[in-house]
């Protein structure tokens, strides 16, 4: 065991400098969703917190596929900074931002319409139904200035500047907070908005951190060097393609998995409001552990990228190796505190017994899938970095929607285990995911690292 950790701990250390600026900020996506459940669940009631999770279930679908989309700069830039290339950089941001503002008007417009046509078909409670509506239209309207973000926070992560996006992303969930709580609730003069009022605060909060962030990338002296060819006129099909060809496949993989757990959301809405409830507070815990252990994944892309850029294979794996030791760690400190604090951890969310017993049991369920979730997580960054996104693709779709889903189905509703058998088809989607993209991983990284070997013996 000694001898392990001074092989990796260079790459350790390394990673996790790298790691924490990039979890705390990845974390900001899952908090303004933790924060409005909080006030939504406090202040405005049991039916606010199933319109909350009805909405979240939807909008999630969107908000992973704008994330994976514009996660598809930074393997890139990674890549060429690890080449000293300075000048493709600049381009890419140039084509990065234009493919994510696009991508943010039409998952917009995706999402109106999926508050005028789809909500009244998926068997829900009413009203339910009737608080979700507007509040998923201002989160589909969100989602632009959020593009806009990752945009620049992508391009600096890639570069390895990592901390102002984490400054960003606190000080924006503080402002998100607080301006929700006024808004709900009804202060300062304000007429009680409900569920409508977190939907105002997270745009405001993600038009400020857009400006915020897009400010700093341009007056920064770390940038100039980058950003020499940054402009519209260097917005063209083939780096568009290029950037689509990692980001697409992203969207995809996060798409596969998320879709799976919202698509459990609305199976458990038609078991009942308060089990619809106690999964919105459940997977709200889950998420912040995920994102986190997102974090990790995201600089092992960027370390991945770099090593991969360089041709230094022996260091890639052992830098991806250190990451799912860190990752794995780390999961199973957050798996003892879900299961010691099951019962206290819904109270955070609402004061109502029936939901935080019922959230209760699915939090030791989440506790299990902790080690498998984030492996898989990581897996997936690791391959980023390495340009591996189509093989990657396949395997969260089998194991989301070929294994997972169903089997979470046929439990919950057709054996009648009901909320839990949903989840437990849901840990055997997350294993399946981790021991396969850990098994690729191993593949891919010895091939290219053999190969290497190869051509530095005939050179």
Not at 149 to 155: P, R
Not at 365 to 376: E, K, N, P, R, V
Request: aromatic share 10%.
């Amino acid at each position: 065991m000694k001898s392990i950790y001074h092989k990796y701990k260079p790459h350790y250390n390394e990673n996790l400098n790298l790691a924490i600026p990039v979890v705390i900020s990845q974390l900001g996506h899952t908090l303004v969703q933790t924060s409005d459940t909080i006030i939504v669940g406090h202040f405005a009631g049991t039916i606010s917190l199933a319109a909350v999770s009805l909405a979240n279930s939807i909008f999630i679908i969107t908000l992973v596929i704008g994330i994976g989309i514009s996660y598809g700069i930074t393997p890139l830039i990674a890549q060429h900074n690890g080449r000293n290339n300075y000048v493709e950089c600049g381009r890419l941001l140039s084509n990065s931002l234009f493919i994510n503002v696009v991508t943010g008007i039409i998952l917009f417009v995706f999402t109106l319409l999926g508050s005028v046509f789809l909500l009244d078909h998926l068997h829900q409670t009413p009203a339910v139904v009737q608080q979700a509506r507007p509040f998923l239209v201002l989160l589909g309207l969100s989602m632009i200035p959020m593009l806009v973000f990752n945009t620049f926070k992508q391009f600096a992560e890639g570069l390895g500047f990592t901390r102002q996006a984490m400054s960003i992303s606190i000080w924006g969930n503080l402002f998100n907070i607080c301006l929700g709580i006024v808004l709900v609730k009804g202060m300062l003069g304000i007429s009680p908005m409900g569920v409508r009022g977190v939907g105002y605060s997270t745009l405001a909060d993600r038009c400020i951190m857009a400006t915020v962030m897009g400010l700093y990338v341009f007056k920064s002296t770390n940038f100039k060097a980058y950003l020499r060819t940054f402009a519209l006129k260097n917005i063209d099909r083939l780096r568009c393609i290029q950037l689509l060809r990692i980001g697409g496949p992203v969207a995809l993989q996060y798409t596969f998995e998320i879709s799976a757990f919202s698509a459990a959301a609305i199976v458990i809405g038609t078991i009942g409001y308060h089990e619809q409830a106690a999964h919105q507070v459940a997977i709200n815990l889950a998420s912040m552990t995920y994102m986190m252990a997102s974090g990790l994944s995201a600089a092992a892309a960027i370390k991945s990228g770099n090593y991969f850029g360089s041709n230094e294979h022996e260091k890639l794996r052992h830098s991806a190796i250190s990451s799912y030791h860190i990752v794995l760690v780390f999961m199973c400190i957050t798996a003892a505190v879900f299961t010691v604090f099951n019962h206290l951890l819904p109270w955070i969310f609402t004061s109502d017994s029936i939901v935080i017993n019922i959230a209760a049991q699915l939090i030791i369920i989440a506790a299990f899938f902790q080690l498998f979730d984030g492996a898989q997580v990581v897996g997936l960054g690791i391959l980023r970095g390495m340009g591996d996104v189509n093989i990657p693709t396949i395997i969260t779709f089998l194991a989301y929607w070929v294994v997972g889903l169903p089997v979470g189905y046929l439990l919950g509703l057709k054996l009648h285990l009901g909320v839990k058998g949903v989840w437990y088809g849901l840990v055997l989607g997350l294993m399946v995911s981790a021991i396969l993209l850990f098994f690729r991983f191993q593949f891919i990284s010895k091939k290219h690292r053999d190969k290497t070997v190869l051509i530095k013996a005939q050179d």
